[in-house]
């Protein structure tokens, strides 16, 4: 089995994520360099144009796939760099009280939202009317959203920032949306983004508080791309493995089914449940 393979199948959540982010971004400035090799003419402009989310709904409406393509698409590298800090550390945090699903469909949603009050923004308020086709691309929105929902649902939580300073989730919520509103200058049509993605967030944590749950309706598109279908037990897979090592067999380390299931128990338990023949049935398989 390859390594990555096995890499990705015991990856949280946000670690997928951010592979995914990355590597698209690593894809875009690839073909951006291959082109300017070949003395052809960059490519940027018609990917960005059909990725990102354009601010005019006459171009969304017949480009709809950019309301998620958008969220994959970052502008740099620090762009990129800071959303995907933030996310892991928010999916810390928020991982702590809720599942992946959960995380799975505030993320999304969070973009989505942001998306939906940048293309409002940009078509009802005269004062945006001279910056028609402002195209907006990164997780921000989803990664403030994701924030904004475990800062509300648990505001005297405390976290420790840069090591140094205690501070209740309360606070660092106040802080990321005076930011928000101090910095609205600088980046006008980002900025309305995110205040979607953190008006979901502040929803989805005043609802769950109140055993709705808002973001239910992507459930099932997480379990379509995470969710395994059940096997049986580990532990009578697991001695039947037992067995056959005594016996011979590389075999019983080729046998799928028995690295799904250790991988399903890594998935729920952490790797550190696993036992030492786990770990080492896991480790040879990993090499092939």
């Known amino acids: 089995m390859n390594k990555a393979v096995v890499f990705w199948k015991t990856s949280n959540l946000a670690i997928k994520i951010i592979v995914i982010n990355v590597l698209i971004f690593l894809l875009f400035h690839v073909i951006d360099i291959i082109f300017d090799i070949a003395g052809l003419a960059p490519p940027a402009n018609l990917l960005m144009e059909n990725i990102g989310l354009n601010s005019m709904y006459q171009i969304f409406l017949i480009k709809p796939w950019t309301l998620i393509t958008h969220m994959f698409m970052h502008s740099g590298f620090f762009h990129l760099f800071f959303n995907m800090l933030m996310l892991f550390f928010t999916y810390r945090l928020f991982i702590q009280y809720f599942e992946d699903r959960d995380f799975f469909s ?125 096997r049986s037990p580990l532990k009578v897979v697991h001695s039947s493995v037992k067995r056959n090592i005594g016996t011979t067999s590389k075999s019983a380390y080729s046998n799928e089914d028995v690295l799904n299931t250790i991988l399903d128990k890594i998935s729920k338990s952490g790797y550190d449940s696993l036992t030492k023949e786990e770990k080492r049935i896991l480790f040879d398989l990993s090499k092939k």
Do not use: M
Not at 219 to 229: A, N, Q
């Open 106 to 230: 505030v993320y999304f949603l969070s973009g989505i939202s942001g998306a939906a009050l940048f293309l409002l923004a940009f078509n009802i308020i005269p004062s945006l009317s001279n910056k028609v086709g402002t195209i907006a691309v990164g997780a921000s929105a989803c990664v403030y959203g994701t924030l904004a929902a475990i800062c509300a649902y648990k505001p005297e939580e405390r976290v420790r920032l840069y090591g140094v300073f205690n501070i209740k989730l309360f606070w660092l919520l106040f802080i990321i949306i005076f930011l928000n509103i101090i910095n609205y200058r600088s980046n006008i049509g980002g900025y309305w983004g995110h205040f979607g993605g953190i008006f979901f967030g502040l929803a989805f944590a005043y609802y769950r508080k109140k055993n709705v749950n808002i973001q239910k309706p992507l459930f099932i598109i997480y379990d379509f791309l995470f969710e395994k279908r059940r």
